[in-house]
Every structure is written in C-alpha cells, then in structure tokens.
C-alpha cells in the first residue's frame, strides 16, 4: 500500500491513479485518508444514454431477479381491469 500526502497527490495524480489499477493508494489530508479505488465500468447498454444502465449494481440486480424467476422463485400476477380498480379503491 502507497500512502501519501495531498500535496505530493496533487503534483502528479496521474502516476497515482495509475498505480491504484495494481496496488492500494491511499492520500493522506489532515487528519482523513482517502483510498483510491478503481471500480470495472458497464458499458451504457442504453441507446439514450441513461445512466441507469451504467450503474453494474443494477445489471446485477436484474441478473439475480432474471435467475430467482427462471427457479420459479418469483409469484406473478397479472392486473385485471378489475384487479386495478380494486387496487385504486375505484
């Protein structure tokens, strides 16, 4: 683990960030560290760019509702006119 100040930070955070890809880099500024951190990038599977689908928590999160339904592990019910009228108190 790389630790250093903000000042030395600050005169070249492009070797910093770098070295984070292959190794823990953590700067020192008063009395708070903060670590660097890479995190892999979804690529926007939207064609208008919303950033939902660029948030991999929430490819995830579909992935694991995808398999819970394919193991029969989700109930679904389909909403009848009267169903939803009933719902709203209509």
Same mark, same amino acid.
């Given at each position: 683990?790389?630790?250093?100040?903000?000042?030395?930070?600050?005169?070249?955070?492009?070797?910093?960030?770098?070295?984070?890809?292959?190794?823990?880099?953590?700067?020192?500024?008063?009395?708070?560290?903060? #670590? %660097?951190? @890479? !995190?892999? =990038?979804? &690529?926007? /599977?939207?064609?208008?760019?919303?950033?939902?689908?660029?948030?991999?928590?929430?490819?995830?999160?579909?992935?694991?509702?995808?398999?819970?339904?394919?193991?029969?592990?989700?109930?679904?019910? #389909? %909403?009848? @006119? !009267?169903? =939803?009228? &009933?719902? /709203?108190?209509?």
């Amino acid at each position: 683990m790389t630790t250093v100040n903000s000042r030395v930070f600050s005169a070249n955070p492009i070797h910093y960030f770098n070295l984070a890809l292959k190794e823990s880099v953590a700067v020192k500024r008063g009395n708070t560290i903060i #670590r %660097l951190m @890479p !995190e892999p =990038q979804a &690529e926007n /599977l939207s064609p208008s760019g919303d950033p939902y689908w660029a948030d991999l928590r929430n490819i995830q999160a579909l992935r694991d509702y995808d398999k819970r339904k394919a193991e029969g592990k989700v109930k679904f019910t #389909r %909403l009848t @006119p !009267e169903l =939803q009228k &009933e719902l /709203l108190g209509l």
